[in-house]
């Protein structure tokens, strides 16, 4: 079984910087992706970025120039750099890991951006 633990989130003033950090542990096998989604209240879940593990990228429009997804394969973790923030991207950060077989989720980090 594997589990995500998600870190980094809080508040933030508009403009400001914010890493998550998302630790995957358990029985992990071969990783084929890691990446971050997001959902903002009365919106559905949206994927935010994606990493392979042959370190392929892909980024939503909305966020691109501002957030860097990458990770630490040593460490099974993935990281997402977020700079110069919005109040549109407030929203609760999800973790997500597949491996041939599964598909696993974080419990979840609250990012709130002031105006």
């Known amino acids: 079984q594997v589990q995500l633990v998600e870190s980094g989130g809080g508040l933030v003033q508009a403009g400001g910087s914010l890493r998550l950090s998302c630790a995957a542990s358990?029985?992990?096998?071969?990783?084929?992706?890691m990446g971050w989604y997001r959902q903002a209240s009365g919106k559905q879940r949206e994927m935010v970025a994606g990493?392979?593990?042959?370190?392929?990228?892909n980024i939503v429009d909305s966020v691109k120039g501002r957030f860097t997804i990458s990770r630490d394969g040593a460490k099974n973790t993935v990281y997402l750099q977020m700079n110069s923030l919005k109040p549109e991207d407030t929203a609760v950060y999800y973790c997500?890991?597949?491996?041939?077989?599964?598909?696993?989720w974080g419990q979840g980090t609250q990012v709130t951006v002031s105006s």
């Open positions: 358990g029985r992990i096998f071969s990783i084929n992706y």
């Open positions: 997500n890991l597949r491996t041939v077989g599964s598909n696993t």
């Open positions: 990493i392979t593990s042959g370190g392929a990228t």
